[in-house]
């Protein structure tokens, strides 16, 4: 699991490419207030949200004006209700101004991806099935993403084409099949896990003989997941894989696709469907 011991390096690096983005040469308008002006400013949710990204924030205003002072009165993973306050931020009027767009943007959009994750997982609390993310998050904010998705009780699939095989239609076709695509996987890159992803329990069995550690059954019916649950729960234990149900996941299907047994359900819109979360910062 992502923790913001880990994302340290990411963080530094997200916002300094923001920081770049917006300020550029200088921010222009705020050099119109006086120099040695101090204010103290509040961010409000105005909308229900789990929040996630606050270690963005804190980034934000630290790389503006290490002087600054921030006050947190909820932490990541908290859910909270329109016009709760977030945090307070004391020193530079000049710096609380340059820094605003930048930390919200960074709050609003984790909170957004958090948010829709909490919405997902909250629909199938009564079962035993993990919603995973996917890569299809924004260019850039692939970790502070994937770190919003568990901040909103979902889970992490891969990080990227780096960290775990995925041997989807193409790469089958490439490499002649499905065993031979999974057994070059386990002798290229040994204790990798190696997902194979199959459209037919024809392909589910060839994927279980060649001993892939997970199975992603894509755009299977509800019927066709409990027969492959089935199938698998047959063998045993040391033969079993994980299976995914994957492919046109909706709120509608979510919780009966999982109370097919699947171990873990992929969903795309946890990243990238997610709305951000409308916050407004005001100097008090």
């Not at 630290?62 to 020193?91: C, E, H, Y």
């Not at 709305?275 to 100097?283: F, H, P, Q, T, V």
Request: proline share 2%.
């Amino acid at each position: 699991m992502l923790t913001i011991t880990d994302l340290k390096p990411v963080i530094h690096a997200n916002v300094t490419a923001a920081l770049t983005e917006d300020v550029g040469s200088g921010d222009i308008t705020a050099l119109l207030i006086c120099e040695t002006e101090q204010a103290t400013a509040r961010v409000i949710s105005r909308e229900s949200a789990v929040i996630s990204g606050t270690a963005w924030v804190d980034e934000v205003f630290r790389q503006v004006d290490s002087n600054m002072q921030i006050q947190w009165q909820i932490k990541d993973g908290d859910r909270v209700k329109p016009d709760q306050v977030l945090f307070t931020a004391k020193g530079s009027a000049r710096s609380l101004l340059t820094a605003e767009r930048c930390a919200l943007n960074f709050l609003q959009t984790l909170s957004g991806t958090a948010t829709i994750s909490q919405h997902y997982a909250d629909k199938v609390a009564s079962t035993s099935v993990r919603l995973l993310d996917t890569r299809k998050t924004i260019p850039g904010l692939r970790m502070a993403q994937k770190y919003a998705v568990t901040c909103g009780g979902c889970y992490n699939h891969r990080i990227g084409l780096y960290d775990a095989f995925l041997i989807k239609e193409n790469h089958i076709m490439a490499c002649g099949g499905i065993k031979q695509a999974i057994e070059t996987a386990q002798k290229t890159a040994p204790g990798k896990k190696v997902e194979v992803e199959v459209e037919t329990l024809a392909q589910l069995q060839q994927a279980l003989d060649a001993h892939a550690d997970i199975i992603m059954l894509d755009n299977f019916a509800p019927e066709e997941l409990r027969e492959a649950v089935a199938i698998n729960k047959a063998l045993a234990n040391s033969a079993q894989a994980k299976l995914e149900a994957s492919g046109n996941i909706t709120e509608d299907t979510l919780l009966n696709i999982a109370q097919t047994g699947v171990d873990y359900i992929s969903i795309g819109a946890l990243t990238k469907h997610c709305r951000a979360i409308d916050l407004s910062m005001r100097l008090i």
